[in-house]
């Protein structure tokens, strides 16, 4: 079994910052990759940003350049750094686990946190 618990999230005006962080627990797993998710309402769910076990990443174009994600191996953690923020980001915002667990690779799925950006 394996967990993924988020942390963060909140209210923060446009061109501010958020950090988020993502921790996946539970034993008998290697992850593949993580990666942060977003859905907007009325919108479908987004990759916003993915980084695997050995450190290679994608980023959306609409966050490049704004967004960092990095991970801490060690601790199973992967962090969205999310700086000049806008109206538009808002949304919110899952963590994804790519997991080898049981003898197969799963998709794994925080619950997810909400990220408003307005005055």
């Known amino acids: 079994q394996v967990q993924l618990v988020e942390s963060g999230g909140g209210l923060v005006q446009p061109g501010g910052s958020l950090s988020l962080s993502c921790a996946a627990s539970g034993s008998g797993f290697n992850i593949y990759a993580m990666g942060w998710y977003r859905q907007a309402p009325g919108k479908q769910r987004e990759l916003v940003a993915r980084?695997?076990?050995?450190?290679?990443?994608n980023v959306a174009d609409s966050v490049k350049g704004r967004f960092t994600i990095s991970r801490d191996n060690a601790k199973n953690t992967v962090y969205l750094q999310m700086n000049s923020l806008k109206p538009e980001d808002t949304a919110v915002y899952y963590c994804n686990g790519n997991v080898f667990v049981d003898g197969r690779t799963r998709g794994y799925w925080g619950q997810g946190t909400q990220v408003t950006v307005s005055w």
């Open positions: 980084i695997t076990s050995v450190g290679s990443t």
